[in-house]
């Protein structure tokens, strides 16, 4: 079993910036990926960005350029620091962690981030 714990969000103006963090215990996985989705109101959850032990990286489109994920490897710990934030980047903000073989997803509870203009 695993645990994610989800901190960072809150409201921000657009352009400004926010770092969300999520801390992932429990049974982890040597090999495993851990990321961001989001999921806005009327809209589908979609990526933003994840990274696996091995250090690749995939961004969404939307934020590639803007946003940065990273790991503690040690602490088993992933970020997200988003920068030049948009109004359009207001959601939900979900961890997701997969073992690597893959049992199952393991999702943190989110965190909000607004964007206002």
């Known amino acids: 079993q695993v645990q994610l714990v989800e901190s960072g969000g809150g409201l921000v103006q657009a352009g400004g910036s926010l770092r969300l963090s999520c801390a992932a215990s429990g049974s982890i996985s040597r090999s495993n990926v851990m990321g961001w989705y989001r999921q806005a109101p009327g809209n589908q959850r979609e990526l933003v960005a994840d990274i696996s032990t091995g250090g690749r990286i995939n961004y969404a489109d939307s934020v590639m350029g803007r946003f940065t994920i990273s790991r503690d490897f040690a602490k088993n710990t992933v970020f997200l620091q988003m920068n030049s934030l948009k109004p359009e980047d207001t959601a939900v903000y979900y961890c997701?962690?997969?073992?690597?073989?893959?049992?199952?997803?393991?999702w943190g509870q989110g965190t909000q981030v607004t964007v206002s203009s």
């Open positions: 997701q962690y997969n073992p690597v073989p893959k049992w199952r997803d393991y």
